[in-house]
């Protein structure tokens, strides 16, 4: 397959803002592949090279792209800079040189895979010398590019392909390739795709044996899961009686959460909820955790908190915050943010999967496997039988910081569901006994620009929730509050690398911003009320034909949600349950102090 053929895909998906139309394109694309340009076209699709959680980097600044762009056309770094200042886009620039520029008539196509072994290189490229050996890569396919390969090849080495394909889409169209559109079909290939986090791998087994070829599957150490979500109630009688009327509560912490793979030989990774691996930045964790566990290979989850030395006091999330992405000053956020992590459930222990077991076997087993440490502790657990029970828990709780409980069912179809939302889990907050019933992770998508004190910046962004069954992001508020004047000046820089010139295909809003970006970047937000809306698209048709939900008066926390990528923020549908949820009021809280206690 030559690298022109999926480049001409990415024009038509780009083209587009309608799903089954992107889904026919990627059909089309994918059913004659097989072997490694099946795999690679896919990753490639996803601007990737790798599944996320390998953590492959091409490591190419602008002014890298810029210098192999100008090398590649005979033109001058500056002038390429200039001229992209007025396209918006160094992929675009690059295509529009490339058209201007004489090829030598034996220059042989691009073929994809070697397009893909020559990224590689460049992802691979360390040391003295790397960046010369990355812009001289680049400027050897550019050499060989027609203009719309350069412009995805651009885009691509700067981490802004801007196709707005996401895995629902992927998968979709995999199902509708290789196996069969029906729902059965579908959800078993999701399902395999939970649990591998590896687009490539899925497509792959189901190109040679079909879905049937998905049974062999299994949990691997290294290979993260994607997690188990859970849902809300509006009160703890609604909670217990969706669990028939008995359950297991947990402190819920406000930390990191955190899936821990060890291997036989005592290695340790740790991934966040994004399948990031943040060992690095938490290695007195990695170090704990082999002395604790009795038994090897495992994964577990579990919530990394702060916590003060001296008072044993949780510390809040933003302080663990500062440790994800550090590079510098490790040692000294080491000692200043120490951390513990509360394990709350085991997915394989030894050689076995576990995570088809009840709750209550996998506590249990949890329970043999852990030896609790300064640093690695089994989350508290408490089983209620009662409304009186369940509100005297949440009391306590509450009254010592916690964020609330986590309500986990003790049926005997309570298996952990990677990737799945359901109500075998269900979360109860402080928060619900306000007037709007919890605090909302929104995508950025958009921004308005500023007047009086804030014109020339950024006065307010456009806000979406996530639509996982149309695979696209719904606005449901423009939020200008809560930002200090730092957090305003900061705003332009943590946006730009997602900013492009037109309406992402997988939005929908009735706003036109001054500025859209592509859905990355998730902040916390918190507001009055939900009301219905006709501007805005949050779970459309739900409340009212033709109308979506709105936040009123919105105001941002000052928290991004760095551990949450745009698919795992806020849903549609749990906005829309939000909406009903929020009338309630009148229940108690209390403050104080939860410490982190070390039981033996």
């Given at each position: 397959m030559q690298y022109r053929e999926l480049a001409h895909v990415y024009e038509k998906i780009e083209a587009t803002t309608k799903r089954l139309e992107m889904r026919s394109i990627l059909v089309d694309l994918l059913r004659p592949l097989r072997g490694r340009e099946l795999t690679c076209a896919l990753y490639l699709s996803q601007g990737s090279l790798r599944p996320e959680y390998e953590g492959v980097e091409l490591g190419v600044a602008e002014s890298l792209a810029r210098k192999a762009i100008a090398e590649a056309t005979g033109t001058s770094a500056g002038a390429v800079g200039e001229r992209t200042r007025t396209s918006g886009d160094l992929g675009t620039t690059a295509g529009e040189l490339l058209r201007t520029t004489r090829r030598l008539e034996d220059t042989a196509p691009l073929e994809l895979l070697e397009v893909y072994d020559a990224l590689t290189g460049m992802a691979h490229a360390t040391g003295a010398g790397s960046q010369e050996t990355k812009v001289q890569i680049l400027v050897d396919l550019l050499r060989r590019a027609t203009p719309v390969e350069g412009k995805y090849l651009v885009r691509f080495v700067m981490g802004t392909l801007r196709v707005g394909v996401r895995e629902m889409t992927i998968l979709d169209a995999l199902a509708a390739a290789f196996a069969s559109p029906d729902k059965d079909a579908r959800e078993r290939i999701e399902a395999a795709f939970n649990l591998t986090s590896d687009l490539g791998l899925i497509a792959e087994k189901l190109a040679s044996g079909g879905v049937a070829s998905l049974a062999s599957i299994r949990l691997e150490v290294g290979r993260p899961i994607r997690p188990m979500l859970a849902e809300r109630a509006k009160s703890l009688e609604e909670l217990l009686e969706r669990m028939d009327g008995k359950a297991a509560f947990e402190y819920k912490y406000d930390g990191l959460r955190v899936q821990a793979h060890l291997a036989k030989d005592g290695s340790v990774r740790l991934f966040s909820r994004r399948l990031e691996e943040i060992g690095p930045q938490f290695p007195d964790l990695a170090k704990a955790l082999p002395s604790a566990i009795r038994e090897r290979p495992v994964i577990l989850e579990g919530e990394c908190v702060p916590f003060d030395r001296t008072t044993g006091a949780i510390r809040p999330f933003q302080d663990v915050a500062t440790r994800r992405g550090r590079k510098h000053d490790l040692e000294r956020a080491l000692e200043e943010v120490p951390v513990v992590l509360f394990v709350f459930d085991v997915l394989l222990a030894g050689s076995e999967s576990v995570y088809e077991r009840p709750f209550p076997e996998r506590r249990a087993i949890l329970e043999k496997l852990v030896t609790p440490s300064e640093r690695i502790r089994i989350a508290e657990e408490q089983i209620v039988t009662s409304v009186e029970e369940a509100n005297d828990y949440f009391e306590e709780v509450v009254g010592q910081g916690a964020e609330g409980v986590m309500a986990k069912s003790l049926a005997d179809g309570s298996r952990y569901h990677p990737g799945a939302r359901g109500f075998w889990w269900i979360k109860y907050k402080r928060d619900y006994v306000t007037h709007l019933a919890d605090s909302i992770d929104g995508v950025v998508v958009g921004a308005f620009y500023g007047r009086g004190r804030r014109a020339g910046?950024?006065?307010?962004?456009?806000?979406?929730?996530?639509?996982?069954?149309?695979?696209?992001?719904?606005?449901?508020?423009?939020?200008?509050?809560?930002?200090?004047?730092?957090?305003?000046a900061e705003l332009p820089k943590r946006l730009a690398p997602f900013r492009i010139d037109h309406a992402p295909p997988e939005v929908d809003t009735g706003l036109s911003p001054d500025q859209w970006f592509r859905p990355s970047v998730v902040l916390e937000v918190k507001g009055a009320e939900l009301t219905v809306s006709p501007v805005h698209r949050a779970g459309i048709g739900a409340i009212r034909p033709d109308a979506g939900l709105a936040l009123r008066f919105p105001r941002f926390t000052g928290r991004y949600r760095t551990d949450k990528s745009a698919t795992q923020a806020t849903t549609s549908a749990e906005l829309v349950e939000m909406y009903r949820m929020q009338d309630r009021s009148g229940a108690r809280t209390a403050a104080g102090e939860h410490r982190v206690r070390h039981k033996a």
């Open positions: 910046a950024y006065g307010a962004l456009l806000l979406a929730v996530y639509r996982p069954d149309k695979d696209r992001f719904e606005t449901f508020c423009k939020v200008g509050s809560g930002f200090d004047d730092s957090a305003l």
